[in-house]
């Protein structure tokens, strides 16, 4: 069983609408928590990290962290044709100091219909 | 900044040729990480290195993989010999250690295809 599971997609919205990505975790000591954008033949970009559980909102994202229920998401407000995109939720376990792994979901495939 | 620097961007070669993908963080940056991307498996780490040592290499397919990072400034990922199951999008990615983000900054990627 893959350690990050996100829904494969493609998810379809209006331009306008609020997206909502979902991933879950298998690993409880998992520590800290990335979404990562990549466009199509593009490489991957961070666009929210969140370590605490609630909310982070940061202009139209806002990422929420569930540990007890192993479950992070990323909602995008006023969706745009710009944000049609892959999401790929990352995972980074708790370990030494040195530590800079992240285990990632294999993505979803997010359409915004102008 | 001139951010990760990959060569090539593309590679096109036989199955049973040794392939060497190079890789240049950017400057400053103490991590360095080899993914290989393709449609099935997603994302997946080969190894990275922290100030030019490897910390973890787990994620290496088999002994045909090997990556060096000779200094701060240069790393390379070699396949020898290449067979077509390793055809994929292979990224470099640097990240400081000094961040308090973790954010790893992603090359632009060379995409492999053994034939």
């Excluded at chain 1, 229920?69 to 030494?96: E, N």
């Excluded at chain 2, 199955?15 to 360095?32: A, F, N, W």
């Excluded at chain 2, 997946?44 to 990556?67: C, H, K, Q, T, W």
Aim: hydrophobic share 35%.
């Amino acid at each position: 069983q893959k350690e990050v599971e996100q829904n494969s997609g493609p998810l379809s919205v209006p331009e306008g609408a609020i997206a909502s990505l979902n991933c879950t975790y298998s690993d409880r000591v998992s520590q800290s928590f990335f979404w990562y954008r990549q466009y199509s033949g593009k490489s991957p970009e961070l666009i929210m990290s969140i370590y605490s559980n609630g909310d982070k909102e940061d202009g139209r994202f806002t990422a929420q962290l569930n540990k007890a229920s192993q479950y992070v998401s990323l909602l995008i407000r006023d969706s745009q044709p710009s944000d049609s995109a892959t999401y790929l939720c990352a995972v980074k376990l708790l370990g030494a100091g040195n530590n800079r792994k992240l285990i990632w979901g294999l993505g979803t495939s997010l359409a915004v219909n102008p | 900044d001139a951010g990760v620097i990959q060569s090539p961007r593309h590679e096109v070669t036989e199955m049973g040729q040794e392939v060497t993908l190079r890789c240049k963080p950017i400057s400053g940056h103490d991590y360095l990480f080899w993914y290989r991307q393709t449609m099935m498996r997603g994302l997946e780490l080969l190894i990275y290195f922290n100030n030019n040592v490897p910390i973890d290499d787990s994620g290496m397919p088999e002994d045909r993989f090997s990556a060096k990072m000779p200094n701060a400034s240069f790393s390379t990922l070699k396949i020898q010999p290449s067979e077509p199951r390793d055809s994929a999008v292979y990224f470099c990615a640097s990240s400081s250690g000094l961040a308090t983000s973790n954010e790893q900054f992603f090359g632009p990627g060379t995409r492999l295809t053994v034939l």
